[in-house]
């Protein structure tokens, strides 16, 4: 069994739930990126960059609970 993540974000009427699991952190930043580029939401990249980076932090924890390290993240936009 696959443990999964949530970020979620509430704006007016709209909402952005973004479901994944640990493997598909790079996958749910791309998708919170198109989401920010998509002038037909009230997603905005200010809203992208918390997310990125609530998702980052629970990478992290994951990581920690797991007496690890995470990897460098991405710097690239």
Not at 12 to 22: A, K, L, M
Not at 31 to 51: C, E, S, Y
């Amino acid at each position: 069994m696959h443990d999964l993540n949530v970020l979620a974000l509430i704006k007016g009427t709209e909402r952005f739930i973004f479901v994944y699991d640990d493997a598909s952190r790079d996958e749910v930043v791309a998708a919170i990126r198109d989401a920010a580029a998509d002038a037909g939401t009230a997603f905005n990249w200010f809203d992208a960059a918390v997310l990125t980076e609530r998702a980052h932090q629970q990478a992290v924890a994951v990581v920690a609970l797991d007496g690890g390290e995470l990897a460098p993240r991405d710097a690239t936009p």
